[in-house]
């Protein structure tokens, strides 16, 4: 683009410039045709003498005077001498420029048109000016030869006792004209040729800076479609700190992304397949033992192995098939702004025991009994609610999960704690119960799909896909969860501590 518009600028420009050099020489020529005009004045347009003064005047010059009596006859002609061969050479130097030069030029609408200078003029024939001349009117025009040149023409009366005896004809050849445009025309030429050579440079770097890359990218992100390929396998561009590296950046980390969910629908179904595998072979023992015992007791206890075992798995799956679900949903779930005291109170309205609704309140605390006699204490900053934005229902997900976790792990009479602290930029929520803690190696294990530690009498109440889900949906949040232990001053465990920290809006 830069090399044709420079092109385009540089013929408007020509265009102008041709108007403008023929506007100046003809200004120029019209005081060279006074000077002649004023000497012969009042001299005898026959005389050898007026012919001698004219051949002096217009030596060395190119110019070609014609003098016309008041009948428009021819008296002379004279033409300066001139140099042929340099003439020749000025030409054939010049030639292609010039040709181009006047086509395209001539192609201008603001260009003005030169016609063609009349063949015969014999006899005062068709002499350009030469009426406006004999008429006492001076005249000056542009014409081309039959050579294609510019020829300047000026007709000029001559003026004898206030009367009109004839006309002077001055023709000049505008070689000069016809060499300025072809300078002009050649300094265009180099310019575009300088600007395209640049831009085909800029070409092949941009087709080795971009194009290349992005066939490569193209290339390795196919290869990573068919499954030839991972994300190691993409081109790291990361250092060229642009657009490309940015993709190349964001192509590594989607493919990473992509193979790690793969990764983790690989071991989901490796999970899931052994979670409903021990409940299956629980029942298939089961059924196959009812066979063949008689006793009302035992088949009333194998009965109530089946019902169990068949609960078992209907939670399984139904946990399951959430959890499957969850990262479409969370993708297509939209954040609002959430005041966090606001949901966590309208949780526990929940868990309130519908006969002895009583709540204990103090400045910044709740205190009242669950339906199972146990108690949730509600600590929080009154005055400042903590808001963040994310998807409420499912935040109200997680906070369910983490409440029945902490009280299915206390005894009747203890006490889950809430507490709920506004930082600068963060919201710090904590679940602590007073049960017996969490095994130092299994922090971070409890977070795992299926993994459950709990007491014999709650075996098979729970899939262990509860405190995932958790994981999963603060992850979404750009959040964090994590587990620790309560500790008294002596460094015994008192109870296990559940911390949310999520942005604060």
Not at 24 to 49: M, P, V, Y
Not at 169 to 176: A, M, P
Not at 279 to 287: D, E, F, M, N, V
Not at 399 to 421: M, R, W
Request: glycine residues 6%; contains cysteine; negative net charge.
């Amino acid at each position: 683009m830069i090399a044709l518009i420079t092109l385009l600028f540089g013929v408007l420009y020509l265009g102008q410039y041709q108007n403008n050099i023929i506007e100046t020489k003809l200004e120029n020529f019209e005081r060279e045709a006074d000077i002649i005009a004023i000497a012969i004045s009042g001299s005898d347009i026959n005389a050898q003498t007026t012919k001698d003064k004219i051949a002096q005047i217009i030596k060395g010059t190119d110019q070609h005077v014609q003098v016309y009596d008041k009948n428009a006859n021819l008296v002379f002609s004279q033409k300066a001498s001139s140099n042929k061969s340099s003439r020749r050479e000025e030409l054939q130097s010049i030639k292609i420029l010039k040709n181009t030069a006047g086509i395209i030029t001539n192609l201008l609408p603001d260009t003005k048109a030169i016609p063609k200078y009349p063949e015969n003029t014999d006899n005062g024939l068709n002499v350009p000016d030469l009426d406006n001349a004999l008429s006492g009117l001076p005249s000056l025009s542009a014409w081309q030869d039959a050579d294609d040149e510019i020829l300047l023409s000026a007709g000029l009366p001559i003026i004898q006792n206030d009367e009109t005896i004839g006309a002077i004809i001055i023709l000049r050849e505008g070689r000069d004209i016809k060499a300025a445009i072809g300078e002009v025309w050649s300094g265009i030429i180099k310019i575009f040729l300088a600007t395209l050579l640049i831009t085909l440079f800029l070409s092949i770097f941009l087709a080795n800076a971009i194009a290349n890359p992005l066939k490569k990218l193209a290339k390795a992100a196919e290869a990573v479609r068919t499954g030839r390929a991972t994300g190691d396998d993409i081109p790291d561009l990361s250092q060229r700190y642009d657009e490309i590296g940015d993709l190349s950046v964001v192509l590594r980390s989607m493919t990473d992304a992509l193979w790690a969910k793969m990764d983790s629908i690989e071991s989901f179904a490796a999970d899931v397949s052994h979670e409903l595998k021990n409940p299956l072979t629980s029942l298939k023992s089961a059924i196959e033992t009812l066979q063949r015992v008689s006793k009302q007791e035992d088949r009333e206890k194998l009965m109530a192995i089946i019902n169990h075992d068949i609960q078992r798995m209907d939670r399984l799956i139904t946990d399951i098939s959430s959890a499957s679900r969850l990262d479409a949903e969370l993708s297509r779930e939209a954040f609002s702004t959430i005041k966090i005291n606001d949901i966590i109170c309208q949780l526990l309205e929940s868990y309130k025991d519908p006969i002895q609704r009583k709540t204990t309140t103090k400045e910044n605390e709740e205190t009242f009994k669950t339906t199972n006699g146990k108690t949730i204490r509600l600590v929080t900053n009154k005055g400042q609610n903590s808001i963040t934005r994310g998807a409420k229902t499912r935040l109200l997900q997680v906070f369910q999960n983490l409440i029945d976790n902490a009280l299915s792990f206390s005894k009747e009479g203890d006490t889950v704690t809430i507490t709920i602290n506004r930082g600068e930029n963060l919201i710090a929520i904590h679940i602590d119960d007073e049960g017996q803690g969490i095994p130092e190696n299994k922090l971070e294990t409890i977070f795992d799909r299926f993994y459950t530690q709990r007491p014999d009498e709650f075996y098979g109440q729970n899939s262990g896909l509860g405190l995932s889900i958790s994981k999963q949906i603060i992850e979404s949040h750009r959040g964090e969860i994590f587990a620790e232990n309560r500790r008294d001053a002596d460094g015994n465990i008192i109870g296990a501590r559940f911390n949310v920290i999520l942005k604060a809006k």
